[in-house]
Every structure is written in C-alpha cells, then in structure tokens.
C-alpha cells in the first residue's frame, strides 16, 4: 500500500505508526474501495478503477520486490558477533525450559540404570564373562546411536522454521548459527552422555582401571556426537520428521548390523559397509579398552587373558588411539558435511 515495512522493525509497530499519519488512513481506504470496486464492477466501471488497481498492484510489486531484497541482504553484524548471540539466545531457551533439560538427563539416566541392571556386576568366567562384556558394549552403542539421532530430528522440525524466516531476512548467517548451536548443544551433550557412562560403567563392573574408564567416556561421546550429527542430516534432508525417522531408522540398522557383532562372517560384498561404519571404530575401540588388561578364568581356574579370546570379525587391526582419531575425523566430516548442506538448501530456497 505504499507503506513498506523497514528492515529490523515490528510489522505492529510499523502499522500502528502509519495509521497515525495524517491523510495516510484515508489513503489506505481509498486503495482498498479501489481493488474491490475492480472485483465488483463490471463493463465500462472496470475502466474507471483500472488506473487506480493498476498503481495499487505496481507499489504491491514494489514492496515484494523490497522485500525480497532485504531477505537476500547480507547481516550488519560481524560473524563473531552473530555466534555470540545466538549462542545467548540458545543457551537462554535450556535456561527458560529446565524440563527440557531435566527429562534429556533423565532419559540418559534411565537407560543408563536399565543397562546396569541388565549385566550388573559381570564374572570373570570364559563362558559368559566375555561374551557378556561384548553384548554389553554394543547395546550401548546402540542405546546412544538411537537417542540423540531422534531428539535431533524432532528438534529441527522447530529449528527449521525459524531459522528459514530469520536467516532469509538477513538476521545472521547459516554459518553463524550453525556455529552457536555446536557450541551450545555440545557441553549438554557431553555432560548426558558421561553421566550415562558413570552409572553403566560402574553397575555393570567393567576393568577397574581410571584410564580405561577416560576411554569408556571419551568414545562414547564421540560416537554420541556422531550419532546426534547424522539424525540432523536425516532431518534436514527430508520434509519432516516422519520421513527423517524412516530414513534414519534404515541407516543406523544397516551400520549396526555391521559392526562384528551380529554377524560372524560378513560377506564380502557387506564389507565396506563395516569399513564406513563409525560403530565399527567405536566398537573396536570399546571392546580393545576393556580386554587388553582384563584375565578371564576358565571352569578349572586358569587364567586366560581376555584379548585372546576376541573374536576376529570384531578387530579391525587398528589401536584405541587410530580408532579414536577416526571416529573424531567421521565427527568434523559430518558437522562440515551438515553445514555445507545448510548453506545450499538455504541458497535455493529449500530449506
């Protein structure tokens, strides 16, 4: 109607201020009596009302024009700037909804003592002793692949909006929100995962050697990390949630059902299935952490060292410290490979 709203400023504020303008009311009825007598009219009256229509459509024109011009606008704020509010404005939204947070806490719990209870307190025997430590370990990979890929996609479906509508405004950048929410998300994460590391690790009695424990706690959160990553891409290329789960779903079965535990043999057509699987690096390394040091005890009583008897479809050939470094590789590729897809999905419009 002539009267664009500038950028940075409340659409309510905007209008009110203009209906305080002098002649502006009679100029707003006056180009609405306009557009409708050109619906109503017919014959020679749509003649008289087209001058007025046609202006009223090309200041129509004008304003998406401007309006599209200020959503392709770059942001004022230098990056840092940008990332530092964001990451206030994120950390405030934990802050403001403490149920969030407890229930996140809680679930890891939870789980955390359901797993404890499951192997709580493990033997030391060569007929189960092994073999349990094994289940064990993979079902907590299982637990922290599933978790936080599902609370990632049912997150974005509310994170997508608002940042489509803010960013496309020219608030901030893609980049600079991405940022702020690896810096803000990340503590809470770690924090979850250790807190479910510290009750399992000790109910289900694994080596009790400090280093192994700082292992323990240090894979998992890598793998949680990734887990968290890889349900964010599941979410951002797929319309909604319900389409993100069925996708991610199918994926995280397939790397589980290669990581040597299920399978004895895996085929040679499946292994570079396993190869690409980061629960293969995580569960090599998890396995390797509690066997190197721990002594099984055959039915007679003889000492059997644990790393003996690990079947060999689970050993990759690599040490902790390799697994560990390609797992926190797997972890940055994914985080850059979810960011560069935010950036091309906003550029064209599909975000």
């Given at each position: 109607?002539?009267?664009?709203?500038?950028?940075?400023?409340?659409?309510?504020?905007?209008?009110?201020?203009?209906?305080?303008?002098?002649?502006?009311?009679?100029?707003?009825?006056?180009?609405?009596?306009?557009?409708?007598?050109?619906?109503?009219?017919?014959?020679?009256?749509?003649?008289?009302?087209?001058?007025?229509?046609?202006?009223?459509?090309?200041?129509?024109?004008?304003?998406?024009?401007?309006?599209?011009?200020?959503?392709?606008?770059?942001?004022?704020?230098p990056f840092v700037r940008q990332v530092a509010l964001l990451s206030q404005r994120m950390?405030?939204?934990?802050?403001?909804?403490?149920?969030?947070?407890?229930?996140?806490?809680?679930?890891?719990?939870?789980?955390?003592?359901?797993?404890?209870?499951?192997y709580l307190r493990l033997n030391h025997s060569t007929t189960t002793g092994l073999s349990?430590?094994?289940?064990?370990?993979?079902?907590?990979?299982?637990?922290?692949?599933?978790?936080?890929?599902?609370?990632?996609?049912?997150?974005?479906?509310?994170?997508?909006?608002?940042?489509?509508?803010?960013?496309?405004?020219?608030?901030?950048?893609?980049?600079?929100?991405?940022?702020?929410?690896?810096?803000?998300?990340?503590p809470m994460q770690i924090a979850q995962t250790t807190l479910f590391c510290c009750i399992?690790?000790?109910?289900?009695?694994?080596?009790?050697?400090?280093?192994?424990?700082?292992?323990?706690?240090?894979?998992?959160?890598?793998?949680?990390?990734?887990?968290?990553?890889?349900?964010?891409?599941?979410?951002?290329?797929?319309?909604?949630?319900?389409?993100?789960?069925?996708?991610?779903?199918?994926?995280?079965?397939?790397?589980?059902?290669?990581?040597?535990?299920?399978?004895?043999?895996?085929?040679?057509?499946?292994?570079?299935?396993?190869?690409?699987?980061?629960?293969?690096?995580?569960?090599?390394?998890?396995?390797?952490?509690?066997?190197?040091?721990?002594?099984?005890?055959?039915?007679?009583?003889?000492?059997?060292?644990?790393?003996?008897?690990?079947?060999?479809?689970?050993?990759?050939?690599?040490?902790?410290?390799?697994?560990?470094?390609?797992?926190?590789?797997?972890?940055?590729?994914?985080?850059?490979?979810?960011?560069?897809?935010?950036?091309?999905?906003?550029?064209?419009?599909?975000?």
């Amino acid at each position: 109607a002539g009267y664009p709203c500038p950028a940075y400023t409340n659409p309510s504020d905007h209008f009110l201020s203009v209906l305080k303008e002098e002649g502006a009311r009679d100029k707003l009825v006056a180009q609405h009596e306009a557009l409708a007598a050109k619906d109503l009219e017919t014959g020679d009256g749509n003649l008289t009302a087209l001058p007025e229509a046609l202006a009223v459509e090309g200041r129509s024109r004008s304003m998406l024009e401007q309006e599209e011009a200020a959503q392709e606008s770059r942001p004022d704020a230098p990056f840092v700037r940008q990332v530092a509010l964001l990451s206030q404005r994120m950390a405030r939204m934990w802050v403001r909804n403490p149920v969030m947070l407890m229930s996140e806490l809680a679930q890891y719990g939870f789980l955390a003592v359901f797993m404890g209870l499951m192997y709580l307190r493990l033997n030391h025997s060569t007929t189960t002793g092994l073999s349990d430590r094994l289940a064990s370990l993979w079902f907590g990979l299982a637990i922290l692949s599933f978790t936080p890929s599902y609370t990632a996609v049912t997150i974005w479906d509310k994170d997508r909006l608002l940042l489509r509508r803010e960013s496309q405004q020219g608030m901030y950048s893609i980049p600079a929100w991405f940022l702020a929410r690896t810096l803000t998300v990340t503590p809470m994460q770690i924090a979850q995962t250790t807190l479910f590391c510290c009750i399992s690790y000790w109910m289900i009695g694994y080596i009790g050697r400090p280093g192994s424990f700082f292992v323990y706690v240090l894979v998992y959160n890598l793998f949680q990390l990734v887990s968290e990553t890889i349900g964010m891409l599941c979410a951002m290329l797929t319309k909604n949630s319900t389409y993100a789960i069925l996708v991610l779903t199918f994926v995280l079965l397939i790397l589980l059902s290669f990581s040597g535990f299920l399978v004895s043999s895996i085929p040679v057509y499946f292994k570079w299935v396993g190869k690409m699987s980061y629960l293969t690096y995580a569960y090599t390394a998890l396995v390797q952490n509690e066997t190197q040091y721990l002594t099984l005890y055959t039915p007679e009583g003889a000492p059997v060292a644990a790393s003996t008897l690990v079947p060999s479809q689970i050993q990759n050939g690599l040490s902790i410290a390799v697994n560990c470094v390609i797992l926190a590789c797997i972890y940055l590729g994914s985080r850059l490979l979810a960011l560069l897809g935010l950036v091309v999905m906003s550029r064209f419009r599909f975000l």
